[in-house]
C-alpha cells in the first residue's frame, strides 16, 4: 500500500513536518503558496493539505482532487477555502481557533503599561534629543480598572493576568460567562464604560460588531481612559478615536487591527491614527509570534493525524463535530454522507446483514453532511464497503482500523 502523503505549502512550522512524519505519512513542503492549476496538479495522490492565507482553495481544486481527505489552516482564518464544497465532498477541514490567544494576551499587557506610563511618548522625545523627565500622566497600573469587553479566549486569559498585576477588572459580554477570580460582570456596555481606565476589545468578528465602538462609545469613557483594540478592524471607528485623542478625551490608544489592511508586507499603510504620539499602531501582529506558530503547527497537524487514523472532527470548522471513544480489537468505519434520513438503518442493516456486531456507534450532523463513526467488533469485509459506498447518500466512507 503506498504511504499517505501529505503536501505542506507556505512554509509551515517544522514540528508539523515532524509530527506527520512521525505519524509515518510521506511529507512534501513547498515554502510558498500555489496558484489553482498548480495545487490541482500538486493534490493529485495526497491525502493532507496544509496551507496559511495565501493559498486559495477553490471548489474546482476540490472537486479536482479525488484523494483529499483533510485540509490544515494552519492559521485562524479559513476564508480561503471553499468551506462548502470541501464538506460536499467529504473533505475536512481544520484550523488553530486558539493557539496564539495568549500572545494577543501579552501584547495587550505591555501596551496597557507602555501607554499608562507614557512610554511611547518618552522614548520618541528621547529619539528626537529631548530628556522630558516628568511624572505627570504617567501611573502604575496596580489598581486602575481594566474593562474587558468581549470575555471569550482572550478576554478571559486577559482578566487573570490583569488581576495578577493588581487590577481590578471589570467585564462586558453578550452572552453568559463565569467571572473568573474578582472579576465583576457590567451588564451594560455602558456600565463598563463609565468605570473603567483601560477599556480592550476582544469581540469576535460577527457581522453586528462592524463598528459597534464609535462617538458614542468613546464618549462614554472616563476622561483621560485609554482604548484598545485587537479584536477586527472593523469594530473601532478610527476617525472618532482620532477626534478623542487629538482633544485629549483619550489619553492613549493602541490599535492593531484595521478596516483596511494592506494585503502585502511592505505595502504602504494609511489611517487616520498615524502620526499621534500615544497611540501605538501595529500590522495585525497581536497574535504573531514564533511561540504561536508552534502552537499552531502542532495543534493543526495532530488535528488531521487524528481524523485520519480515528475519525475524530472535533473543532472540524465544515464537517459535523465528533469523537468516539475507542475500545482495543474494534474495527471502526467512518462515514460521511449526505444528511437524509435511514442512513443509520442502512449502516446497521448491512453490518447485520453480514452478521457483524456493532461495539460503539456515534453519529452527528452538520447542515447537508451526516457522519456516522461505527466500531464493528469483527473486520468489515469488502461487501459492507461496497454496499454503502454505493448508496446514492455515500460521500466518503473510510475503514480505519
Ligand atoms: P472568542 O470567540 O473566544 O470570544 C469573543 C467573545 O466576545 C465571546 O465571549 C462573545 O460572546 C463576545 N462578544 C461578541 N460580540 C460582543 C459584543 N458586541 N459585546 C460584548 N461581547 C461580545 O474569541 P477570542 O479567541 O477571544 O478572540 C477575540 C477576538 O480577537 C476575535 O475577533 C479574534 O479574531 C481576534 N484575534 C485577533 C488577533 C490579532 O492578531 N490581533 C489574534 C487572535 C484573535
Not at 491525502?47 to 471548489?59: C, E, P
Not at 522614548?123 to 530628556?131: A, I, Y
Not at 453578550?174 to 463609565?194: C, F, I, P, V, Y
Not at 483621560?224 to 478592524?233: F, H, V
Request: proline share 4%; with cysteine; net charge negative.
Amino acid at each position: 500500500m503506498s504511504p499517505v502523503r501529505a503536501l505542506l505549502l507556505e512554509n509551515l512550522h517544522p514540528d508539523a513536518v515532524t509530527n506527520l512524519e512521525q505519524a509515518g505519512y510521506e511529507v512534501i513542503t513547498r515554502t510558498g503558496a500555489l496558484d489553482e492549476d498548480e495545487l490541482i496538479d500538486a493534490l493529485q495522490g495526497v491525502a493532507l493539505l496544509g496551507i496559511r492565507s495565501k493559498t486559495t482553495v477553490t471548489a474546482r481544486a476540490i472537486e479536482s482532487s479525488p484523494d483529499l481527505v483533510a485540509i490544515g489552516a494552519f492559521c485562524i482564518g479559513t476564508n480561503q477555502i471553499d468551506l462548502a464544497s470541501a464538506a460536499h465532498h467529504g473533505v475536512a477541514v481544520f484550523n488553530a481557533p486558539f493557539s496564539n490567544t495568549r500572545s494577543v494576551v501579552e501584547i495587550t499587557i505591555a501596551e496597557i503599561i507602555a501607554l499608562t506610563r507614557r512610554l511611547t511618548e518618552f522614548d520618541r522625545s528621547m529619539h528626537e534629543g529631548v530628556w522630558n523627565k516628568s511624572a505627570i500622566g504617567a501611573h502604575e497600573v496596580r489598581g486602575r480598572t481594566l474593562g474587558i469587553i468581549g470575555y471569550g479566549n482572550i478576554g478571559t486569559q486577559l482578566s487573570v493576568l490583569a488581576e495578577n498585576l493588581g487590577m481590578s477588572v471589570i467585564f462586558y459580554d453578550t452572552a453568559e460567562k463565569l467571572a473568573l477570580g474578582n472579576a465583576r460582570r457590567a451588564s451594560t456596555m455602558d456600565e463598563l464604560l463609565e468605570s473603567a481606565d483601560i477599556v480592550t476589545l476582544h469581540v469576535d468578528g460577527r457581522p453586528g460588531n462592524a463598528g459597534m465602538f464609535g462617538g458614542k462609545q468613546i464618549a462614554r469613557m472616563r476622561p483621560g481612559a485609554i482604548l484598545l483594540n485587537l479584536s477586527r478592524g472593523f469594530v473601532v471607528d478610527p476617525a472618532s478615536l482620532r477626534e478623542a485623542i487629538v482633544s485629549q478625551h483619550l489619553s492613549g490608544a493602541a490599535i492593531d487591527v484595521f478596516p483596511v489592511e494592506p494585503k502585502r508586507k511592505g505595502d504602504p499603510f494609511e489611517s487616520e491614527l498615524r502620526g499621534l504620539p500615544n497611540v501605538i499602531l501595529t500590522p495585525h501582529t497581536g497574535g504573531s509570534t514564533e511561540e504561536a506558530q508552534e502552537a499552531i503547527g502542532n495543534f493543526v497537524s495532530h488535528k488531521m493525524r487524528d481524523y485520519l487514523r480515528t475519525g475524530t472532527t472535533t473543532l472540524s470548522v465544515n464537517l459535523p463535530n465528533l469523537a468516539l471513544d475507542q475500545a482495543p480489537g474494534v474495527h471502526r468505519l467512518a462515514y460521511l454522507h449526505r444528511n437524509t434520513p435511514g442512513v443509520l438503518a442502512a449502516v446497521n442493516a448491512t453490518l447485520a446483514k453480514h452478521g457483524v456486531n456493532i461495539e460503539g456507534q456515534l453519529l452527528a450532523t452538520r447542515g447537508e453532511i451526516g457522519y456516522v463513526v461505527t466500531d464493528a467488533g469483527a473486520p468489515v469485509e469488502q461487501a459492507v464497503v461496497e454496499a454503502l459506498r454505493a448508496r446514492p447518500e455515500s460521500v466518503r466512507l473510510r475503514l480505519l482500523s
